[in-house]
Structures are given as C-alpha cells and as structure tokens.
C-alpha cells in the first residue's frame, strides 16, 4: 500500500509547513509590525484559523482517500458530483511551486556563494541580490532547473519511497542545524533582546493591516487552501488520530517559525541592525553580519542557507503532490505520466517568473505594472487561497451532513472540541477570510 505510517504522515506534512514561509517570511513581517503584538495576534490566528481549516483538510482527505475533487464528492451529502469542481484548487500548489522554486534557487546560489565570500556592507550585498534577480538568468535557470529536477525526482517515487522518505531525512536535519543555530544564538549577549523584541506584546504597532498580514501567514505557513493537506491526509491511514496528527504538525510549524525568528533577531540584534528590514532581512541582512564573523561567519551562512532548502524542498514537494494525485485518480494516468504533465507546467511557469524579474525580459513579462512572478504570487496567495478555503468552509457547513463530521471527530476527541471545531468553520473562519480575501482585492 503507497500510505504514510502515521509518523510519516506528521513528519510530512510538518515538511510541507516548515518551509520559506516559517525562516524567511515569517521573522521579516514580525520584523515590520514589531515583534511581540504581532506575534500574539498570530499564534491565535494559528490556533483558531489555521489549525481549524488543517483539521478541515484533513478529515475530508482522510475520508476520502483518493484526490482532492473525489473526497469532495465522497464527503458530500448524497455524494452530489458538482463538487468534483474543487479540484480547481489543485493549480494554485503548481503555479506557487513556480515561483517557489526560483526563490529556492535563489537559495541554492547563497549556499555555493556563502562558501567563498560574504558580503560586508549591507550596500554590496544588495547590489548582489539584485544582480542576481535581475541580470543572472544564466545561473538563475541552472538553479530552478536543480530545484525542479530534485523535486521531480522524489515525487516520481511515490507517498512511500519519495515524500514520506525525503522528510524522514530533511526535517530531522533541519532540526538539528536550527537547534545548532540556536544555541550559539544563546551564547550572544543579544538574545535576551531578541526575546523582548517578539514576546513583549506592543499594542501600538498593531493596525488593521498587521491583523491580516497575521491571518495570511498562519494560512500559507500551514500549506492551507491548496489541497495539499487534504491530499496528504488522503493517504493517512482511516484509522490514524487526524486530530492529534495535525494538532502535532501545528505545534511543530509554530515552534520552528519561532526559533527561526529567536535566531534571526539575535544576529541582527548583535549587529545593531533594522528588525524591519523587509524581504531583503534574510537575502541582505544576514549575509552581511556573517561576514563579519570571519571563519564561523562562512559555517553559519552556508548551515543557514542548507536549512532554508531542505525546509523549502519539503515543501515544494508538497505542492506538487494534489496535482499529480488528481490527474491519477481522476484520468487514471501513471505517476510517471502526470510528473511529466505537471513537473513540465510548473517548470516552464518558474521559467517565465525568473525572467520577468530580469532586466532583459522583465519588460515583455509586465502585466498591468506588476510583474509575472508578483501576478502569480498574488493570484494564489491573494485570490486562489482565500477562493478555495471560504468553498471548503461553505462545504463542510452546508453541504455535508453534520452527523457524518461528528462521528468522524468523536473517534479521536469529545465532543465539545468538535462543536467549537465546527462552529469557528460554519461563522468565524469563513468571515475572516473573506475579510482577507476583499481586502486583497483592495475593495475594503
Ligand atoms: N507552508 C510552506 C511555507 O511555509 C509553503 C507551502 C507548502 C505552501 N505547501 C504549500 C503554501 C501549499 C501554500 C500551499 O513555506
């Protein structure tokens, strides 16, 4: 049987939500809203949207064990086959996988680059970064190539000897480099800063804008919305304890995501430098407090780098999976064949978001003043998501029996954790993310 033992399930889908979201993004929107409050706001947009939608995933995969357009029909009252149009939601995970795996190549090249030299003024090592986002299309592609190629070749393994492996070995490599970080983190005086900087809640700083920067990251750092949860899930076995499992998988994403932060905010505390440093803290910033490190500078930017693929390539594999399980399940292809049908889409994808970015092609790739690698990252993040979370919010609430949920839950929990559970899916999750989803489309 290609399932997940149950370990293999939590470690699995922990790699599918310990990705860039939790080492890059994450420390850099805590850094722009200013640490604490923001942090605050997040754990319960952890706790009482994310883990609600991931148990929503999971019990309709787990249910439905086959792709996610099939257990949306299987889990629905008088298995009414219109639901097989949720299978919409298979695209996002492709084309966010595009962009995914050019910023991991990105990645890859801090890596090789961070062997040999740092940069040691912040002004170098941005002029770095842009050039290689912007004239390095050469190397870029090599990079995206490497990416999607590593990916590809662990999905055409299957659930067993491919996913479930891949995590067997990353996460608990990744846990070990974070918890090496960490503790030399421990020993700098600034740690202690850095702890007061994300747990001491600053009311002031929170807006509007931090409440749904807070609700966004809690979605796209537990892979939510895409289907990939519930394709996992589909492989869990039917008997496995859904509840803790994902209970599990948020914990450990949360605490990842702090430590990366404790991290991060040291080193940048230690060397005086900006908590709000955008997208360019981890790709600007930090190379340039390695580098005066000397010899551990080198050690720590090349283990820090290697983190950030192993928990990025655990997650790009993520993405691909809801695809490839549908194209098997419903057209009855081979593995082999819908790797190749959506391995080439997302690589060709990632092709034209590299070059959009670039100098010599960015041009011809501009639509409506943003370019292809910012469309594509809006349209999932901003519009796709949201779609597809509000339709499996209105689904569970309306058009599946709530008897069937209940009994489904009450074989691993009581029954008070279930109605909160489906209260916060039939009210809050749904009206908070249209909140999210309008406010993106700039209507409010
Ligand atoms: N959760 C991952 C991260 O934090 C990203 C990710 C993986 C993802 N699979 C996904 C995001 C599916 C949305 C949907 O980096």
């Not at 589909?234 to 499992?245: E, T």
Request: glycine share 8%.
């Amino acid at each position: 049987m290609n399932k997940f033992s149950r370990i293999g399930f939590i470690l699995a889908a922990a790699g599918s939500a310990v990705g860039l979201g939790n080492i890059w993004r994450f420390p850099y929107i805590t850094g722009e809203y200013g640490g604490g409050a923001f942090i605050l706001i997040y754990l319960l947009a952890i706790l009482f949207i994310g883990l609600t939608m991931f148990l929503a995933e999971a019990v309709i995969g787990q249910n439905g064990q086959s792709d996610v357009s099939t257990s949306f029909v299987a889990l629905s009252t008088s298995k009414n086959k219109n639901w097989k149009f949720a299978g919409f939601m298979v695209a996002t995970g492709l084309i966010i996988l595009s962009f995914y795996s050019v910023v991991l190549g990105w990645i890859l090249d801090y890596v090789i680059t961070s062997f040999s030299t740092l940069p040691n003024e912040a002004s170098i090592a941005g002029a770095n970064f842009e050039r290689l986002i912007s004239e390095d299309v050469g190397s870029l592609i090599v990079y995206h190539t490497l990416i999607a190629g590593t990916v590809i070749f662990i999905v055409l393994k299957g659930i067993k000897d491919g996913i479930e492996k891949i995590n067997l070995i990353l996460m608990p490599l990744l846990g070990l480099i974070l918890a090496g970080l960490l503790i030399y983190a421990l020993t700098l005086d600034s740690f202690s800063q850095a702890v007061s900087f994300m747990f001491t809640p600053d009311f002031s700083k929170i807006d509007s804008h931090a409440l749904l920067a807070a609700l966004g990251q809690a979605f796209f750092t537990l892979s939510l919305g895409v289907g990939t949860i519930l394709t996992y899930s589909a492989s869990l076995p039917k008997k496995a304890n859904f509840v803790k499992s994902s209970i599990v998988v948020a914990i450990v994403d949360t605490v990842i995501a702090l430590v990366a932060g404790l991290i991060i905010f040291t080193f940048l505390f230690t060397a005086g430098a900006e908590s709000a440093a955008g997208p360019g803290l981890v790709f600007i910033s930090l190379p340039v407090i390695f580098s005066g490190w000397g010899m551990l500078g080198h050690i720590i930017a090349v283990s820090f780098f290697v983190a950030l693929v192993f928990a990025g390539i655990t997650s790009a594999v993520s993405m691909i999976e809801p695809a490839l399980r549908f194209f098997i399940e419903r057209y009855k292809i081979s593995r082999q064949k819908a790797t190749l049908i959506c391995g080439g889409s997302f690589y060709f994808l990632g092709i034209i978001a590299l070059l959009s970015m670039s100098k010599s092609f960015g041009a011809h790739l501009t639509f409506f003043g943003k370019n292809a690698f910012d469309i594509m990252d809006f349209m999932t993040s901003s519009i796709m998501m949201p779609l597809a979370a509000i339709l499996i919010c209105i689904f569970l609430a309306y058009f599946v029996e709530k008897d069937t949920l209940k009994e489904k839950f009450l074989a691993h929990t009581n029954e008070t954790v279930f109605n909160i559970w489906y209260f916060l899916i039939k009210f809050i999750v749904p009206i908070a993310i249209t909140i999210l989803l309008l406010n993106k489309l700039g209507a409010i």
